[in-house]
């Protein structure tokens, strides 16, 4: 969508609207630039009450202060990146920006700026459009083209941080003395101003921080992963009912219909729908959904709705396509759901965060081995390693904001960690046979098995909290049968 008034090349210079219009509006008389300055009703929003999570994102604010005493911290949410002309790809703010305050909005900046006894937290942001210069209409970021913003006094008021013009930051922070670091990759301008003031290694600390953090839970981010999951559960259904439909046109019948569910209840899916029919399966990150959807193959769905606040679920499930397994099917989906089975197992605090992915690997080398498709015994495969040409990934990982939560965490802290209650993490094993793989016999070739849960680490073992997704295989054949009576 376009206008006449719109002009062709937007906030090049710094010159107040007005002025502009004699040489770049050309279609604005004076008459209607000043009628358009008056008439317009004061809508400011009073007596807002904090949006839920503003005491949660205190505590976190708060715990980052005390690792970082005396310095001045920049938490950008990151900027719209341009697709074409004047439209955008939609927003997503960075996940740092939206663990530290609750917020979502583009453009936006958290500072933490030191003080004797700690840190005081400023967002700046654009605030309400200016009528009297023109900007709401005649600037494509104006409120008239983008929709109404909170006003800095609502923003204060909703997230409970003092709230700043964001025009002014790049400029403060250029004269600012004293130590900062930045959150990078999420604001160009920003970072242009800091060039000389912060070096990546100590940025780095910064992010780090931010995602070890992140890695235990708190009450109201589990709720929200719940929340992500059971609209989840309810996408997989809407899938299993269209089946038909998908068979009558594509795996992208599947991605539109999960898309359906994730747009309707939450913001939007938290990562690529993987829809992969048939051997696509096979290929771990297929989001192409561009193939056929048969009767006689397997649907290999791993998808995941992120919440309105970006909490995100992460499930797989490999279903029949016709509802029933094959005998082969099942022997493989019944192999990867027993090694999901120990994987889950071995979830419960003080366990080292690499045992359910050994619990798992063993399972599936054993079954490998009595298959006959790699030489044992099992010891030796696993020491190995052999079952990974089959096998391919890690068992699984972290959840939260992102989908591939904590992934900046360090090695000490993560993958050689400890699990701890309030933790959330996917297991997720695996079968994959290529339709190229010529070591194993010609009908294992193009199947491909994941079944993929979240995981809550509990004070005495774990709640999987997408155990209202069938995963035992007669399970699921009961579970589709009743959804497409
Ligand atoms: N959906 C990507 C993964 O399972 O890790
Ligand atoms: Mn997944
Ligand atoms: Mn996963």
């Known amino acids: 969508m376009t206008d006449e008034l719109t002009p062709e090349t937007p906030d090049e210079d710094e010159q107040p609207i007005k002025q502009r219009k004699n040489g770049l509006y050309p279609g604005v008389s004076d008459e209607l630039a000043e009628n358009m300055k008056s008439g317009w009703a004061d809508t400011e929003l009073r007596d807002l009450q904090p949006i839920e999570q503003a005491p949660n994102a205190a505590r976190r604010r708060a715990a980052l202060s005390a690792r970082f005493p005396g310095e001045r911290l920049v938490i950008p949410a990151g900027n719209l990146k341009t697709r074409s002309n004047d439209t955008e790809y939609s927003f997503r703010a960075s996940t740092e920006y939206v663990y530290l305050t609750g917020d979502q909005t583009d453009d936006s900046v958290l500072v933490l700026e030191p003080t004797k006894d700690g840190h005081e937290a400023t967002l700046y942001r654009l605030p309400r459009s200016d009528r009297e210069n023109g900007e709401f209409w005649l600037n494509g970021m104006g409120e008239l ?79 929200q992963l719940q929340k992500a999951v059971d609209s989840t559960v309810r996408g997989f259904e809407d899938v299993v009912k269209v089946l038909d439909k998908a068979e009558a046109t594509s795996e992208r019948y599947i991605e539109g219909t999960f898309f359906l569910r994730a747009r309707v209840e939450g913001n939007d899916v938290g990562y690529g729908s993987i829809c992969a029919a048939g051997p696509h399966a096979t290929t771990l990150h297929w989001v192409r959904n561009d193939g056929p959807v048969r009767s006689g193959d397997l649907l290999l769905l791993d998808a995941g709705v992120e919440t309105d606040t970006l909490y995100t679920a992460d499930v797989t499930r490999t279903l029949p396509i016709n509802g029933r397994f094959s005998d082969l099917q099942r022997k493989i989906y019944d192999a990867v759901f027993e090694a999901q089975e120990a994987g889950i197992a071995a979830v419960k605090p003080g366990a080292a965060y690499r045992d359910f992915h050994d619990a798992a690997q063993r399972v599936l080398a054993e079954r490998l081995v009595e298959w006959g498709l790699v030489e044992g015994p099992v010891e030796r495969v696993l020491e190995l390693g052999l079952q990974r040409r089959w096998t391919l990934h890690g068992t ?87 959804l497409k009576k």
């Open 145 to 223: 083209w983008v929709g109404r913003r909170h006003s800095l006094t609502e923003s204060a008021a909703l997230l409970g941080v003092a709230c700043k013009d964001v025009r002014e930051l790049a400029e403060a922070l250029k004269e600012a003395t004293g130590p900062v670091r930045v959150v990078r990759g999420h604001d160009a301008g920003i970072e242009a101003a800091l060039a000389d003031k912060v070096t990546a290694e100590r940025d780095e600390e910064l992010r780090v921080h931010l995602s070890e953090a992140r890695v235990v839970k708190d009450e109201f981010e589990i709720g």
């Open 396 to 482: 699984g990982h972290m959840l939260g904001l992102d989908v591939h939560d904590c992934a900046a965490a360090r090695t000490e802290t993560y993958v050689n960690g400890t699990l701890e209650p309030g933790m959330v993490l996917t297991v997720e094993p695996g079968l994959y046979f290529q339709s190229d793989d010529l070591t194993v016999p010609e009908e294992y070739r193009g199947i491909g098995v994941r079944i993929e849960d979240d995981i809550l680490v509990t004070d005495d073992g774990n709640r999987n909290l997408s155990a209202a997704l069938p995963r035992r295989s007669d399970e699921v054949e009961a579970w589709m049968a009743g």
